[in-house]
């Protein structure tokens, strides 16, 4: 087992408190978005080895891949760990998104590079071949856009709007008529379809729509309207912002979470979050964005349906395990929570959940890995990669004296990522 030295990401629309304070350090005094754990090639969390100095994780695992991984593993999805955990802290709101299918990535990224698109180019639409389902726990209140609305409600809101505005003493858009007239005029995967081309590519008269409403609903009351104001403030006259009304607005309380499967339209709002994915960067942005924005590439992956709110359930085991198991062979994502005794001895100890390789993350106190083959201590903010031949892991709370084992609380929190079982 190893302890892990990982990439804090510095993105705009991070948080420049709420990771540090998560993790108990000293902010950085920027933003930060985005901690990485795993063997991403982007950004690969460094090993420390028993000797002390530090190798990156995906060359680790590559130099022995059936002891890092499991025989299993490197079957399914060769010399690489399929999953990367991240702590994302947003502040403001992220792009509107999509991610592709394993062959959308693997097509998209084999094309791109025989055009020769270099790899860190802005205009790449695929970093890797791999595709990109994930899941979001919420750690704080966290706000998201997560698929599309029934169409007859997003038409509803389309025609309040136009209400709005003409309320105001504005001419109603015509580009907000036709959206309407998009949302009530045929199936409602073409109704959507067109209502999104319409908005992602009306140029000026999109900007000038989303501006005429944020207008008209700048005091006005109800959840749409706030959605307006809270994007509008951060990207003013964005199409993006009239492309959210479109989507499922989605509050989640701690301990929540919900899943995004390819072809998905989301954005993270605003909220603190445990965030597990296939070991991917495929990213397809459709607004609220300065960056690259491939429409034509966008209508090809993006799946035109209305959907549910896609919730993870937590999963109680009889062996005091919390697991959040999205429908996704690439990853599951254990809770564990130790607690003190009022004996001031730890509370029963928890397997660790392993189907090959895992990465754990402590958020809060101190954690014990204890395998047949030796303990690890893993400090509050620290994580660990636990290889495929270190089974069974117990985790327990750390309790003792010194640097390692202080106890800022009761107990300790820690996240646990594996492939699903």
Request: hydrophobic share 45%.
């Amino acid at each position: 087992m190893y302890l892990l030295e990982n990439t804090l990401r510095p993105y705009a629309w991070g948080s420049e408190t709420a990771i540090a304070e998560l993790l108990g350090r000293v902010p950085s005094g920027g933003p930060e978005a985005e901690l990485w754990v795993g063997a991403h090639p982007d950004s690969p969390s460094q090993a420390v080895l028993e000797d002390g100095t530090r190798q990156n994780l995906d060359q680790l695992i590559a130099s022995g891949p059936e002891r890092a991984l499991g025989p299993e593993v490197v079957q399914s999805f060769g010399d690489r760990l399929p999953f990367l955990l991240k702590v994302l802290a947003a502040a403001a709101p992220l792009s509107l998104q999509v991610h592709p299918s394993s062959a959308q990535a693997a097509a998209g990224f084999a094309a791109e590079n025989v055009a020769g698109v270099p790899a860190d180019a802005p205009h790449r639409n695929y970093r890797d071949g791999f595709h990109k389902p994930e899941m979001i726990l919420a750690l704080t209140p966290f706000e998201a856009l997560c698929g599309f609305r029934p169409v007859a409600e997003a038409a509803g809101v389309f025609e309040r709007l136009i209400s709005a505005v003409t309320e105001s003493g504005a001419p109603a858009p015509q580009l907000l008529t036709d959206v309407v007239s998009d949302l009530t005029g045929s199936s409602p995967q073409d109704a959507l379809r067109s209502a999104f081309t319409r908005l992602l590519t009306g140029g000026e008269a999109a900007a000038q729509a989303s501006e005429a409403v944020a207008a008209a609903v700048a005091s006005a009351p109800g959840r749409e309207a706030a959605t307006v104001r809270e994007l509008s403030a951060h990207y003013p006259a964005d199409p993006g912002v009239l492309v959210a009304l479109l989507l499922n607005r989605v509050s989640l309380s701690p301990g929540q979470a919900i899943y995004l499967p390819a072809g998905n339209v989301h954005a993270y709002l605003s909220g603190l979050g445990i965030e597990v994915m296939a070991a991917s960067d495929n990213v397809l942005r459709g607004g609220l964005t300065p960056k690259h924005i491939d429409v034509p590439e966008l209508l090809r992956t993006v799946v035109f349906e209305p959907v549910s709110v896609p919730a993870v359930e937590v999963r109680h085991t009889g062996l005091g395990q919390e697991l959040y198991c999205p429908p996704f062979e690439e990853f599951a994502l254990q809770r564990l929570e130790l607690r003190m005794g009022s004996d001031s001895m730890a509370s029963a100890d928890v397997p660790l959940a392993q189907n090959g390789p895992v990465l754990v993350l402590a958020v809060s106190g101190s954690i014990v890995l204890d395998s047949p083959r030796g303990d690890l201590i893993v400090p509050r903010g620290s994580s660990a990669f636990v290889p495929a031949n270190e089974a069974p892991v117990m985790v327990k709370l750390a309790v003792g004296t010194g640097p390692d084992t202080d106890q800022d609380d009761d107990g300790a929190l820690a996240f646990a990522v594996t492939l699903a079982g």
